[in-house]
């Protein structure tokens, strides 16, 4: 079993930025693709960015929406995955979930993940 707990949200303005962390259990990131989704109010879970594993070569994926905004990054000695987010707008305000999925990013971020954290709020807003 995959545990998953996200840190880091909270509230920032526009223009700002904030760093998510995600803490994945031991040897999560050696065998599974990770990564982070949001949903907003509303709206459908949307994928937002992945990283595949060092074995499939480690490829980055990130949505339309946060490209050149948002970096994706990983430390494996710590067993935590983050997201760093610059250039937040209000449209980023949602909660954001990271996941792990046991096949690829492909697979993870059209089909969703096997496991998923809780979430963590995030808020833009002047």
């Known amino acids: 079993q995959v545990q998953l707990a996200e840190s880091g949200g909270g509230s920032a303005q526009p223009g700002g930025s904030l760093r998510l962390s995600c803490s994945v259990s031991?040897?999560?990131?050696?065998?599974?693709?990770v990564g982070w989704f949001r949903q907003a109010p509303g709206k459908e879970r949307e994928a937002v960015s992945c990283i595949d594993t060092d074995g499939v070569g480690g490829a980055t994926w990130y949505g339309d929406s946060v490209k050149g905004r948002f970096a994706i990054s990983r430390d494996k000695t710590k067993n935590t995955l983050y997201l760093d987010m610059n250039g937040l707008t209000p449209d980023d305000t949602a909660t954001y979930y990271c996941?792990?999925?046991?096949?690829?990013?492909?697979?993870?971020?059209?089909?969703?993940?096997?496991?998923w954290g809780k979430g963590t709020l995030v808020t833009v807003s002047s």
């Open positions: 996941g792990a999925e046991r096949s690829s990013c492909d697979y993870g971020v059209t089909y969703g993940m096997d496991y």
């Open positions: 031991p040897f999560t990131l050696d065998y599974y693709a």
